[in-house]
């Protein structure tokens, strides 16, 4: 289902170089989480979670304040609408600055993995653009899945880890690492294994992945394998939760719910990927459609409730 699943020579290794996040680049400065008093969790909020509210740019970062949060995961093309309407990078950093916010990251879905050499070129110009236009807001992430790759064919790990080598080259220039992040629905990429392999196989201090509690179970990752991923690696993890009676081959989006109110073996996986000298950020990202016909404010007070209360015996 995924190449690469029975590498244990791989993960066994894997460490990515914990000595090496001293790097005095402008890469590990920008990446850099300061510590925070949170039983060694930093809360954020991804936009996904009020999407379906179309609250605008604005507005998602001013209920993200309000519920209590100080970090959030924004959406590119939420950023880019409120440019196209009138706004400016400058205008939305000061926003951003003024609610006392940090944007950790930003999802987009750029094709950068795919084989075909033409979409994957414009890919990466557009790629390129999206990054050097998040560090003028402060944001050091964006998300690498792997869009457009989710069906047949299986593309090699070892191509994989050249076309990533190749992104994360461009994010040290503008100061934004690109996350590879794991799919559980797609063909590539979609266990916890070879996401791991890939970022091994670019020999890169800072290579990083992102994954998320819901895809751990879509893509049928076994949970103790979180146990071989070198912490330097992990800065942000998705977090929620979904009911029982779903298969994963069954399972969607939609289904996420909050933190706690499922059968998602949450804390197991926050005591595996929780990094002992560093803050983990873990962000609330559901699509749940009942919580977009409620309150957006209440949505994200309920959201960091429950994840301070999964999180308070961890």
Not at 87 to 112: H, M, Q, R, Y
Not at 122 to 142: E, T
Not at 197 to 204: E, F, I, L
Not at 248 to 261: A, F, K, L, M, N
Request: hydrophobic share 45%; charged share 20%.
């Amino acid at each position: 289902m995924a190449e690469g699943l029975n590498r244990r020579q791989v993960l066994k290794t894997i460490g990515l170089a914990a000595g090496a996040a001293a790097l005095g680049n402008r890469v590990s400065a920008a990446i850099k989480v300061e510590k925070k008093n949170d039983n060694g969790f930093v809360y954020s909020l991804n936009m996904s979670t009020i999407r379906g509210h179309n609250l605008g740019f604005v507005k998602e970062l001013e209920v993200a304040a309000k519920a209590g949060f100080t970090s959030v995961e924004i959406w590119l093309d939420t950023l880019q609408t409120y440019l196209q309407n009138g706004g400016s990078l400058s205008e939305a950093k000061k926003i951003i600055d003024g609610l006392g916010l940090k944007v950790e990251d930003a999802i987009g879905f750029a094709p950068w993995i795919v084989d075909d050499d033409a979409v994957r070129q414009k890919a990466v110009v557009q790629l390129q653009a999206d990054m050097d236009m998040l560090a003028k807001i402060g944001c050091p992430r964006i998300a690498a899945p792997p869009a457009g790759a989710t069906k047949l064919p299986l593309i090699g790990l070892d191509t994989i880890a050249e076309r990533y080598s190749t992104i994360l080259k461009m994010g040290k220039q503008s100061g934004v690492i690109p996350q590879l992040e794991m799919w559980g629905g797609s063909v590539n990429l979609k266990q916890v294994s070879p996401v791991l392999y890939v970022v091994a196989a670019c020999g890169d201090a800072d290579a990083r992945i992102l994954l998320d509690v819901f895809h751990v179970y879509k893509g049928q990752s076994p949970v103790e394998s979180l146990a071989f991923v070198g912490k330097p690696a992990l800065d942000i993890l998705h977090v929620n939760d979904y009911p029982a009676g779903i298969s994963p081959g069954q399972i969607s989006e939609p289904d996420r719910v909050y933190v706690g109110d499922g059968i998602a073996p949450v804390k197991q996986i926050l005591q595996l990927a929780k990094h002992p000298d560093k803050p983990l950020i873990i962000s609330f990202e559901v699509f749940n459609k009942s919580y977009y016909a409620q309150d957006a404010l209440q949505v994200a007070k309920t959201a960091l409730k429950k994840m301070k209360a999964v999180t308070a015996s961890v």
